[in-house]
């Protein structure tokens, strides 16, 4: 979902995505040289669980009538026993308490894989290991990758299906909006006191200390957090001239860094500033508050910028049944008020505060935002990205 | 293949005839060519016709024309120059510890301890390795905090992730990696042949550049491609120091791989994959044609 690689992680997450590929590589080449003793292709042959007629059934369910209500998905999904997310980091939006949470309620082991994979990454996976056991259920995607890969979701409409606004899902039900951030600053308040503006940031005290997550031409939070210092300067989604221009301010002054941000870099002082979702920052803040450090969060004026992150299922999920009941899950006033202690702020929140349902103290921990945060369009995000590309490198040499 | 070995195949054809020695020989080829197959062939093989196949599966010359690119030719030419300093400085700064080194007696503790210390070194790469720089001249490493207190002394937090911190990161390898494969070149060279030069009326300069040289620019120029192969192939390390921007062609892989905000860049990446492998079977070819060369010299 973002571009970040805890080192552990990534090796881990290389094989995976290597791993399915080598089996298939080795049958072939077994095949190729006619040898029949390497004919181990352990991969291919497992059995896509759920094969069966209820599983059949489940991978084509559009909504809940399609299992003949809650008690038969939960049923189906428990019979399958488990259920593979990707990209799904414990300190994401607070996905750590949701996927407990889940196993917990239903009794379903979640198989959290890859989870620091980019969204594309996530398609990837699914591409990969089609067909096999290990393929992702369910994704949590970018409008970007969202967007341009419904071939490969299958659509289901949630049981809050009604409650969502047109303009926050797909119409048949292959994606849906689930929650979204602000993108702030988040910085350790304790060594560098109060900030209030990014001009702050080319001070001497802030030498190496200044991180984007990720690389803005290829990494969603990047991304938006670098049209959030560009509109803070005055630009715009078609004008990024500002934003290149203050990246090029900060490392002329030497206090951008470009080593990726990790929970242990900033834990460990090498990050001191870093620009990121609202929900990212919320486990940061719970995190440094345990050490006696005090990470505080400020969204720039003219820089409000906001993106939902969208649920889709695999169609070819090797879980069915129990995809369907973890998107039922998620959109439960339940797993909505988790998003929203971990800062994310969810699709059905004006919904449930008018229901009573809301968490409200939760909801008072938002970072105040004046005016309304604005989202890039398709076209604007693709133009943006290209001018990134050509950009980028160039600006922090 | 020794003599006992033909023998012995021989004994056993006669006792049961049909299997020729050819093909006995042969199948203990297998592993080899089968493991050769699955690990080189096949994944150079999916490499080339990935860099032509767009993500929808259909042929594209995309990814080769972004290759041309102004922007993508000056990366493959920030990690051609960046391998071909820090294997200028590996030859150069191991070559000569490596003669140094061969003049210590054979097997004295000291000679057993620094060459044992290379060998460690040479393979310690990496994050490990980027972990170790960054905890001592990191923004919050020892020696940073050690000197914070004379500001003029204290290192640049920025320079661990800017080529010159990565060019230092990979000496740190490259150094150690030149003593280990040039050490037997310079152990071959006998005293014998320096006494004889002098015998002759040869000074020092005539020793190294009309005996010594010779017989160790095979082997010098070999040490010195293996060392530009082993930095241009090198991601993890510099992945570890600079990881938001894509100075050499390794880390514009990994970015054009994973990049969410456009999904059409799979060729791009593989096409880059392929020019890299390329550069590396030319830089190979050299080497082995350098080794034939230098292994006349060997007894």
């Given at each position: 979902m973002r571009h970040e690689q805890a080192e552990p992680e990534s090796t881990t997450e290389e094989e995976y995505l290597v791993r399915k590929q080598l089996t298939l590589v080795a049958g072939i080449a077994a095949l190729m040289l006619l040898i029949p003793a390497c004919s181990s292709t352990t991969g291919s042959s497992a059995a896509t669980s759920g094969g069966s007629a209820a599983g059949v059934k489940a991978g084509t369910a559009t909504s809940l009538t399609g299992f003949g209500g809650m008690d038969a998905l939960v049923n189906a999904a428990k019979a399958e026993g488990s259920i593979n997310v990707v990209a799904l980091p414990d300190d994401w939006a607070n996905y750590g308490a949701i996927k407990k949470a889940f196993a917990q309620k239903y009794g379903i082991t979640v198989n959290s894989i890859l989870p620091d994979a980019s969204s594309k990454e996530e398609i990837d996976a699914a591409d990969k290991n089609k067909g096999t056991d290990k393929a992702p259920d369910v994704f949590d995607v970018g409008a970007n990758v969202a967007l341009s890969s419904t071939d490969r979701f299958a659509a289901y409409k949630v049981a809050a299906w009604d409650k969502i606004a047109a303009g926050n899902k797909e119409s048949t039900g292959l994606w849906l909006n689930d929650y979204t951030g602000v993108m702030t600053v988040g910085y350790n308040a304790t060594k560098f006191g109060e900030i209030t503006s990014l001009d702050q940031l080319t001070d001497a005290k802030f030498k190496g200390q200044v991180a984007f997550n990720g690389k803005p031409a290829e990494a969603g939070a990047a991304f938006n957090g670098f049209l959030m210092v560009n509109g803070a300067y005055g630009g715009t989604f078609e004008n990024l001239q500002p934003g290149i221009d203050y990246v090029k301010k900060l490392k002329a002054a030497g206090t951008l860094n470009l080593q990726d941000v990790t929970s242990g870099t900033i834990d460990s002082g090498t990050h001191g500033v870093v620009f990121d979702w609202t929900y990212n920052q919320a486990s940061t803040i719970t995190r440094l508050k345990a050490k006696g450090v005090d990470w505080k969060v400020f969204v720039p004026q003219g820089g409000e910028i906001a993106s939902y992150y969208n649920q889709a299922i695999n169609k070819d999920a090797p879980h069915p049944a129990a995809a369907r009941l973890w998107e039922e899950y998620l959109y439960s006033a339940d797993a909505q008020n988790m998003w929203l202690a971990g800062a994310a702020r969810p699709i059905l929140f004006d919904s449930m505060k008018a229901a009573g349902t809301l968490d409200s103290a939760a909801a008072a921990n938002l970072p105040t935002v004046s005016g309304t945060p604005a989202t890039p369009t398709s076209a604007q995000a693709t133009a943006a990205t290209a001018f990134l590309k050509a950009n980028w490198d160039a600006a922090v040499a | 293949m020794t003599a006992t070995t033909t023998t012995a195949g021989r004994d056993a054809v006669s006792a049961s005839r049909p299997v020729s020695p050819g093909v006995v020989n042969a199948l203990?080829?297998?592993?080899?060519?089968?493991?050769?197959?699955?690990?080189?062939?096949?994944?150079?093989?999916?490499?080339?016709?990935?860099?032509?196949?767009?993500?929808?599966?259909?042929?594209?010359?995309?990814?080769?024309?972004?290759?041309?690119?102004?922007?993508?030719v000056n990366i493959f030419g920030t990690s051609l120059w960046i391998s071909l300093l820090t294997a200028l400085v590996g030859a150069t700064a191991g070559g000569v510890i490596a003669y140094a080194l061969s003049l210590s007696p054979e097997g004295s503790l000291g000679r057993r301890v620094f060459t044992a210390l290379m060998s460690v070194t040479a393979q310690f790469g990496g994050v490990m390795l980027a972990f170790a720089f960054i905890a001592t001249i990191g923004i919050n490493g020892l020696v940073t905090r050690l000197l914070s207190a004379f500001p003029a002394l204290t290192p640049d937090p920025g320079f661990l992730s800017s080529l010159g911190g990565v060019a230092v990161v990979y000496c740190y390898f490259q150094i150690p990696l030149m003593v280990i494969v040039f050490l037997p070149a310079v152990e071959g060279l006998r005293p014998q042949w320096r006494e004889a030069t002098e015998n002759l009326g040869g000074t020092s300069w005539t020793y190294w550049t009309r005996v010594a040289g010779p017989i160790?620019?095979?082997?010098?120029?070999?040490?010195?491609?293996?060392?530009?192969?082993?930095?241009?192939?090198?991601?993890?390390?510099?992945?570890?120091?600079?990881?938001?921007?894509?100075?050499?062609?390794?880390?514009?892989?990994?970015s054009a791989l994973r990049n969410e905000n456009d999904l059409g860049m799979d060729a791009y990446a593989q096409a880059l994959a392929f020019g890299m492998i390329v550069v590396?079977?030319?830089?190979?070819?050299?080497?082995?044609?350098?080794?034939?060369?230098?292994?006349?010299?060997?007894?």
């Open positions: - | 203990g080829t297998v592993p080899f060519f089968a493991y050769t197959a699955i690990f080189l062939v096949l994944p150079t093989v999916l490499v080339v016709i990935g860099a032509f196949q767009s993500r929808g599966g259909g042929f594209t010359l995309n990814g080769f024309t972004q290759v041309l690119s102004p922007r993508t160790l620019l095979p082997s010098l120029l070999g040490s010195f491609l293996l060392l530009f192969a082993n930095a241009f192939s090198a991601f993890a390390t510099a992945a570890a120091l600079i990881s938001q921007q894509s100075v050499i062609v390794p880390l514009e892989i990994e590396v079977a030319l830089v190979m070819g050299a080497y082995a044609l350098l080794m034939r060369r230098a292994a006349r010299w060997a007894q």
